[in-house]
C-alpha cells in the first residue's frame, strides 16, 4: 500500500530564513504528488503538485518542490520564509487503488516562523 | 476561497445521535470526495462519489455512509455517534476524478461528541 512519511513533526524557522520541508513517499508506479497547506481553522489549499516532466515545480506563494524518484522524495522549499508561513504542511500521493485517485496524506509538519 | 462550500461550520452533539454533514463541490466538478481529520489518525480518506455513484471507499465506518444527488451536491450521515468520531470532515472535489486533477478543499465541519 501507498504510505506517505514526513519525518518533521515541528520546524521552527526565523523569518528571512529557507525553508525544506521533507517528503517521502513509497508507491508503486509514476506518483501523482501534491503538497497542501492548512492554516489554523482552515482548510486545505494546494501549494503545488507533480504528475509529470521537469522534477523541479513551482506553486503559489513562491514555493517549490523537487521530486526524485531515486530517493522517493517530494521536499517543498522556499528560499526566504514570511511570518504568514507558519501553518501545518501536508505531502500527498494519489492512489491509483481501485480506479479512484484518493489522496493518501503524511501526517504533516507544523511550521513555526520567529520573527 | 476554493470555491466548495460545506455546511454546518460546527456541530455539536451527543452519544448515539446521527448528523448529516453537507457539502457542495465546485462548480463543474463532478468528484467529490469526503476526508477525516483528527489528531490520532491524521487526514484520512473515507469516500468518493463520481457523478453521483460511488467510485471508491476508504476507512469508512459502518456507521457512516454518503449520497451524491444529481445536483452533485453530498451529504455525509454519521449515525450511532461515539466520542472517537470527534474530528474535522472534509469534502474536495474535482473535475473528474483522474490522478493528475487537483482536489480543492472546502472549509472543514468541526464534529464534536459530548
Known amino acids: 500500500a501507498q504510505s506517505v512519511t514526513q519525518p518533521d513533526i515541528h520546524i521552527t524557522v526565523s523569518e528571512g530564513a529557507s525553508l525544506e520541508l521533507r517528503c517521502n513517499y513509497s508507491y508503486g508506479a509514476t506518483p501523482y504528488l501534491f503538497w497542501y497547506v492548512q492554516s489554523p481553522g482552515q482548510g486545505l489549499q494546494l501549494l503545488l503538485k507533480?504528475?509529470?516532466?521537469?522534477?523541479l515545480v513551482q506553486g503559489i506563494k513562491g514555493f517549490e518542490a523537487e521530486f526524485k524518484r531515486s530517493q522517493s522524495s517530494f521536499n517543498l522549499r522556499k528560499p526566504s520564509v514570511h511570518w504568514s508561513d507558519a501553518a501545518e504542511y501536508f505531502c500527498a500521493v494519489a492512489d491509483s487503488g481501485a480506479g479512484s485517485y484518493q489522496l493518501t496524506f503524511g501526517k504533516g509538519t507544523k511550521l513555526s516562523v520567529i520573527p | 476561497d476554493s470555491g466548495v462550500t460545506q455546511t454546518p461550520k460546527h456541530l455539536i452533539t451527543a452519544t448515539g445521535q446521527r448528523v448529516t454533514l453537507r457539502c457542495s463541490p465546485r462548480s463543474g466538478d463532478l468528484s467529490v470526495y469526503w476526508y477525516q481529520q483528527s489528531l490520532d489518525q491524521g487526514l484520512q480518506f473515507l469516500i468518493q462519489y463520481y457523478n453521483g455513484e460511488e467510485r471508491a471507499k476508504g476507512n469508512i465506518l459502518e456507521r457512516f455512509s454518503a449520497q451524491q444527488f444529481p445536483d452533485l451536491h453530498s451529504e455525509l450521515n454519521l449515525s450511532s455517534l461515539e466520542l472517537g468520531d470527534s474530528a474535522l470532515y472534509f469534502c474536495?472535489?474535482?473535475?473528474?476524478?483522474?490522478?493528475?486533477?487537483?482536489?480543492?478543499f472546502g472549509p472543514g465541519t468541526r464534529l464534536t461528541v459530548l
Open positions: 474536495a472535489s474535482s473535475v473528474a476524478g483522474g490522478g493528475s486533477d487537483t482536489q480543492y
Open positions: 507533480y504528475f509529470s516532466g521537469d522534477t
